[in-house]
């Protein structure tokens, strides 16, 4: 289905195929709103990022419109959220402070139960084969780049990883309910940070969802440093979060282990599967800061 023939379905049409906003999945902005693809399912992200909204939390949520918002369009799901007006992250301290924040309020707000019956996060089944095949391609990647890379220690860490997520698995973090991705290109500054793609809500445990803030707030984002938050910007985000957020002593076990999990579940993937981020010097940047981290991760305490 074209562009026009999804945006003619909420009542907007244009003369010509619109062009995407983001080049991975189809984003529109038509003026004052922006129309994207979301859950399939998509009633529970809505009730969810609407108790946010009501809450006080700068979150988009879906404009009001004569026909139904969300939709499915075909085999998939789009949503009209109101375009957010202000300027980008560039990694200033009181912009890391401010997310740390905003993150933080969004977890103290997460009620106890899955009430909202968000998508609840069960991913601890990685196998040695996939670890073999990724880094693989990375390698590959890696060599194409004439990025320095220690392949068989990279694949010796992962391994260890794969062989201690059952005990993860079992451990009984404590969970929240979370718009997820919590990046640095998902922020607008108003000049308070206003979440605009909340798209990825699920429920999960907290310290994976502040593991992944810290290894990928900067991912594709131009205006960003190109690493990972620096010991001081960590402890910024840590200052702004703990505002709200009291960890528990688990998680402060555990979290080592948290930020292996996420790097296997999300930076392997990425390392691995999107060819096109090698060609960017900015990425292969971050992608060395991030397999540092994974080798020393000492100045990333939680406290």
């Not at 049409?13 to 129309?35: K, L, Q």
């Not at 528990?248 to 599967?273: G, K, T």
């Not at 990425?283 to 990333?300: I, P, T, V, W």
Request: aromatic share 12%.
């Amino acid at each position: 289905m074209t562009g026009k023939e999804i945006l003619k379905k909420f009542g907007i049409y244009m003369e010509n195929e619109p062009v995407s906003i983001y080049p991975f999945s189809p984003v529109y902005r038509i003026d004052d709103v922006v129309v994207k693809r979301t859950q399939k399912r998509p009633q529970p992200l809505v009730g969810y990022t609407t108790y946010l909204y009501k809450e006080g939390i700068n979150v988009v949520i879906p404009v009001q419109l004569e026909m139904d918002n969300p939709q499915t369009i075909g085999n998939e799901t789009f949503v009209v959220y109101p375009f957010i007006t202000g300027t980008v992250y560039a990694g200033k301290d009181h912009e890391v402070y401010e997310a740390g924040k905003l993150l933080g309020k969004i977890h103290h707000l997460s009620p106890e139960e899955n009430v909202f019956q968000l998508g609840e996060y069960d991913v601890y089944d990685f196998t040695i084969d996939e670890v073999v095949e990724s880094v693989e391609n990375i390698e590959k990647h890696a060599k194409q780049n004439n990025f320095e890379l220690n392949a068989e220690l990279l694949q010796e860490r992962l391994t260890h990883i794969v062989s201690r997520q059952e005990e993860l698995q079992r451990a009984s973090l404590p969970m929240v309910m979370t718009p997820h991705d919590y990046k640095a290109n998902n922020l607008i500054y108003t000049p308070d940070p206003y979440l605009i793609d909340p798209d990825n809500a699920v429920c999960i445990p907290r310290i994976f969802d502040l593991a992944l803030a810290l290894l990928l707030f900067h991912n594709e984002m131009e205006t960003a440093p190109d690493q990972v938050f620096t010991p001081k910007q960590w402890e910024l985000f840590l200052k702004g979060y703990k505002e709200y957020v009291s960890l528990s002593a688990l998680e402060l076990r555990y979290w080592e282990r948290a930020i292996e999990h996420v790097f296997l579940d999300e930076v392997m993937w990425l390392m691995a599967e999107v060819e096109e981020d090698w060609e960017r010097d900015s990425q292969r940047k971050l992608f060395a800061s991030l397999l540092a981290l994974l080798e020393d991760k000492s100045a990333y305490r939680l406290g």
